[in-house]
């Protein structure tokens, strides 16, 4: 049954949009004799402040033999430092009224804290002290060990499902780093010497790797005055070397079969697409939404409302640094084999590929499009974020207001153009999830 939406609330959905895309976005930013880059975002409507380092260090910066190290320290470096005991990090914010996390990716490793904002110079501080002092050595190695194994115990291995990208990526990657797991390697981790993690951090975890990015209730003299007493003393280290690895192109299908712990089946394509930022990238991600996003999606009507072939189904471009891919992931319905689903799901792709999309459903698209961009902006901590991320990849904090154009650019002949041109059949690894075998 379709949702009835009041025109009252569509209007007042419409105002938000337009109010949010005049409130450009403002900020400032320097770079330190040291080569940290600092971006400050002033916000005072709520009296909070997040305060963020994202270092350029992904799992595709890692030795072939010693994967794993970008996630791992994200672990390690809320063990402490040579000023904070173990186990005190985390109680500095929470003490404080705050909440922390941090994440890695492919391609970087992000710390943030959101505080209250008369707390801004204890978040400084924080990291700075994970940036110069961390402590790295064999007893919270050891701990955080276990604890990123217990991680992929339940997040991948015991996980329905859980292990897809990684299957997935391993056939569509042969020579780019991006064939191996952002998690990495247990065996890895567990071959490593102390060392190797000290040379990890010692080569990674440098101010000319990173970008502090603050945003929030600040004053901008403070936040300046705060960034280079903190960080402003700690020494430049060596430029970074960038894997230079260049994928080839697949040139034909790659298919296999995945016996998990399952009870349906399930289809994973994974197609070759260019890096984020391309002009190629918007269309294919905005061909993503128009498969999967929401209930009146291509791919929800036609398999789960319609043809009742799936009870799941979704498309997932990644936005990477270097070429990456995007994931057609479908879990079928009960009696539907992995053969009709992936005939049905090939079979809405092939419509895009052969039909331009109406102007009604290009207009709804866009209005996703641009819903989304903003939402991302909504929150004082999504607005950290994206500031660092686009300095980070593209050069260019002011991205920050001026890539919804890009998204907007793209026409209706372009989503047909990347449909035929990356999701074909030569540029694409398919996996068929299986139930193990019942044992007697």
Same mark, same amino acid.
């Given at each position: ?148 194994? @217990?991680? *992929?115990?339940?997040?991948? #291995? +015991? ?6 990208? =990684?299957?997935?990526?391993?056939? /569509? ?79 034909? @299908?790659? *298919?296999?079969?995945?016996? #998990? +712990? ?6 994973? =394509?994974?197609?070759?697409?260019? /890096? ?165």
């Amino acid at each position: 049954m379709r949702k009835i939406i009041s025109l009252f609330t569509m209007l007042l959905v419409f105002a938000t949009i337009a109010s949010s895309q005049m409130n450009k976005i403002e900020f400032q930013e320097f770079t330190l004799d040291n080569g940290l880059h600092v971006i400050l975002h002033k916000d005072s409507t709520t009296p909070i402040v997040a305060v963020s380092v994202m270092y350029h260090v992904g799992s595709k910066n890692e030795d072939p033999n010693r994967t794993g190290f970008a996630h791992f320290f994200e672990h390690l470096l809320f063990e402490g430092s040579d000023n904070i005991q173990r186990g005190e990090y985390d109680k500095y914010v929470e003490q404080a009224g705050g909440t922390l996390n941090a994440n890695t990716t492919f391609d970087r490793t992000y710390y943030f804290q959101v505080l209250p904002s008369n707390q801004l110079e204890l978040g400084c501080w924080l990291e700075s002290e994970r940036m110069m002092h961390a402590k790295v050595e064999e007893k919270g190695i050891e701990t955080q060990r276990e604890v990123v194994k @217990e991680e *992929r115990r339940q997040r991948i #291995d +015991n996980q329905p499902y859980g292990n897809l990208l =990684e299957e997935s990526f391993k056939r /569509a990657f042969t020579v780019h780093p991006y064939h191996w797991p952002v998690i990495g390697s247990m065996e890895h981790l567990n071959a490593a010497q102390e060392q190797d993690y000290k040379n990890f951090y010692k080569n990674f975890y440098i101010p000319n790797n990173a970008i502090l990015s603050i945003a929030g209730d600040i004053d901008y003299d403070h936040a300046k005055a705060f960034a280079n007493k903190y960080f402003g003393g700690i020494p430049r280290g060596a430029e970074v070397k960038r894997p230079t690895a260049v994928e080839p192109p697949l040139l034909h @299908e790659v *298919r296999d079969t995945i016996y #998990d +712990n399952i009870q349906l089946p399930a289809v994973v =394509e994974t197609y070759r697409i260019p /890096a984020q930022g391309t002009p190629d990238y918007y269309a294919v991600s905005m061909l993503g939404t128009l498969l999967s996003q929401g209930n009146s999606s291509r791919f929800n009507k036609a398999l789960i409302d319609e043809q009742q072939k799936a009870v799941y189904v979704g498309n997932y471009p990644l936005g990477l640094e270097d070429p990456g891919a995007s994931l057609v992931f479908g879990i079928c319905s009960m009696g539907v084999t992995v053969d009709q689903l992936e005939e049905a799901m090939d079979a809405e792709i092939q419509k895009i590929q052969t039909q331009l999309i109406s102007d009604e459903e290009f207009q709804k698209l866009k209005n996703q499009v641009e819903n989304d961009f903003v939402s991302s902006n909504s929150r004082i901590a999504g607005i950290a974020e994206n500031l660092a991320n686009y300095e980070m990849y593209f050069g260019d904090a002011n991205l920050i207001n001026t890539e919804l154009d890009r998204y907007l650019a793209v026409t209706k002949e372009d989503i047909m153009r990347v449909a035929n041109q990356y999701y074909n059949k030569n540029n694409r690894v398919v996996l068929h999830y299986l139930p193990k075998p019942q044992e007697p």
